[in-house]
């Protein structure tokens, strides 16, 4: 059974770049949900998509943008990067709310 | 304040000893708690949820949930040196989760 995917695991962008982060969530699970980790902080949600809608979104400006498709694969997109935009950036999953949520191994950006 | 805050640590206990790692939460309708463990460079994975308050007992992990004082904790008994990560406390509510910064443990052996 497949977890959380997500791609790429790496990536270098440059300032002003526009970058699109993907996410297969773990199979039966339905909810995506984007949270970005800063070096030595905690995970910061940033959306949850459900039924193709954006179900809740955290305090992140609208550069950040996403987009869930009907096999509920999310996407997330940066548009215009920031040097503080270098981060962990997290997928997680879920089905049923109160079970937790299972999180793919991340991709690395780093903007230059 | 934070919506959810732990201890940053570092926490530092010897081999075989209890670890004890707090959380508040700020949202008093916060429905789901949990513990997440993440080892240095790795995503978080899931160790423990409880929901209702009182104490809920898995192996050597024990989480303690106490709603009016908006107050979540891990014990790790017999710590083992594999122990040493960060552990996240996680607070749900309706659609989304909120993490705190994380307690950083080591188990010296």
């Known amino acids: 059974d497949a977890g959380v995917t997500q791609s790429p695991t790496h990536l270098i962008k440059t300032r002003g770049q526009q970058v699109t982060l993907r996410c297969s969530p773990k199979?039966?699970?339905?909810?995506v949900s984007w949270y970005q980790q800063a070096l030595g902080q905690g995970p910061q949600f940033i959306f949850q998509?459900?039924?193709?809608?954006?179900?809740q979104r955290g305090n992140f400006p609208d550069r950040f943008s996403g987009h869930q498709f009907p096999n509920y694969s999310s996407e997330l997109n940066v548009n215009a990067l920031l040097l503080g935009d270098s981060a962990l950036y997290l997928c997680?999953?879920?089905?049923?709310?109160?079970?937790?949520?299972?999180f793919g191994s991340g991709t690395r950006l780093t903007v230059v | 304040q934070k919506e959810v805050e732990q201890n940053s640590g570092p926490l530092s206990v010897p081999e075989g000893a209890i670890a004890s790692l707090n959380c508040t939460y700020s949202?008093?309708?916060?429905?789901?708690f949990f513990w997440y463990r993440q080892y240095s460079g790795k995503s978080p994975e899931l160790i423990m949820s409880?929901?209702?308050?009182g104490d809920k007992e898995d192996g050597r992990f024990t989480a303690q949930l106490n709603k009016a004082s908006q107050y979540v904790s891990l014990l790790i008994r017999d710590s083992q040196p594999s122990d040493s990560a960060t552990y996240l406390c996680?607070?749900?509510?309706?659609?989304?989760?909120?993490f705190g910064a994380g307690t950083r443990l080591t188990v010296k052996p």
């Open positions: 997680a999953s879920s089905f049923v709310r109160a079970e937790g949520y299972t």
């Open positions: 199979s039966g699970h339905d909810t």
């Open positions: 998509y459900y039924e193709e809608e954006e179900r």
């Open positions: 949202d008093r309708g916060s429905q789901s």
């Open positions: 409880i929901y209702s308050n």
């Open positions: 996680a607070v749900g509510n309706n659609n989304d989760m909120r």
